[in-house]
């Protein structure tokens, strides 16, 4: 707990002016909603809830709830959004409910196996205007002994069926995604796996609007679940903090 609140208080530090001062307020501003989607086969690697309850379970689920707890009450404490215990929910991909949410979580979105309704709706979702933030993939053979499968190009795959006439680009650090709120100087960073070099892609339109932004070879998530925890270095999380309030608002302005 020590050490979230320094972070709340270094990120604050930092933060542009004109955060709110306005008496704490009951009803929240912003929701954070977690997809669950059909995946393929992942308990060659993690175990089922139900036979350990410490596994990090389905790949969807992963970091849950903790990242999510983390990552709205910092963007209450950061810029005063208002957010509440209620500001996170699970959403289903298949589920018209997902409309309701304008930014949604896609953890490991390299273990898509998706139905054929899931992607409609994910296609349906992005051109009426939502923002997804896809998060906690990474290359070829890093995940023994996941090494046959590709999961940038499997989340490529759903993207090009759901949306065909979007591209999904490389970002740079001069995108103004990256400059919502805090802002950003470099995009290399420290991740919590395998030594990888973390990549930005987005997802954009004719018109260059971005509808996604993902987090490849890198766990944003994990960092948040860390930071809940009290157990992760200050500077990666604190990065890793500062992206996850860029990306809410400018989900929220956008």
């Not at 379970?57 to 990552?71: A, N, R, T």
């Not at 796996?193 to 490849?216: I, M, N, T």
């Not at 960092?223 to 925890?229: F, G």
């Not at 500062?242 to 956008?254: E, F, I, R, T």
Request: glycine share 6%.
């Amino acid at each position: 707990m020590k050490k979230i609140f320094t972070v709340a208080v270094f990120l604050m530090l930092m933060a542009a002016p004109g955060t709110s001062q306005e008496p704490p307020q009951t009803s929240s501003e912003f929701i954070f909603a977690r997809v669950e989607f059909t995946q393929r086969r992942w308990t060659h690697l993690w175990d089922e809830l139900r036979d350990n309850p410490k596994s990090a379970g389905p790949p969807w689920w992963h970091d849950f709830p903790f990242s999510d707890e983390f990552v709205t009450a910092m963007v209450e404490e950061v810029t005063g959004v208002r957010t509440n215990s209620d500001s996170h929910l699970n959403v289903q991909l298949e589920d018209p409910e997902i409309f309701k949410y304008p930014f949604l979580y896609i953890s490991e979105p390299g273990f898509m196996q998706l139905s054929d309704i899931e992607v409609k709706n994910l296609g349906e979702y992005i051109r009426r205007g939502g923002f997804i933030m896809a998060d906690d993939f990474r290359e070829q053979g890093c995940l023994l002994p996941d090494i046959q499968n590709n999961e940038f190009e499997i989340f490529r795959h759903y993207l090009a069926l759901a949306v065909p006439e979007y591209k999904l680009v490389r970002l740079d650090v001069s995108h103004p995604i990256f400059h919502q709120f805090f802002d950003i100087e470099t995009l290399t960073m420290e991740t919590p796996y395998c030594d990888l070099r973390p990549q930005f892609w987005g997802l954009e339109d004719e018109h260059g609007k971005l509808s996604l932004v993902a987090s490849y070879n890198n766990d944003l998530g994990d960092y948040w679940e860390a930071l809940d925890h009290g157990n992760t270095p200050a500077k990666p999380s604190v990065w890793a903090s500062q992206l996850g309030v860029n990306y809410v608002l400018y989900a929220m302005s956008h």
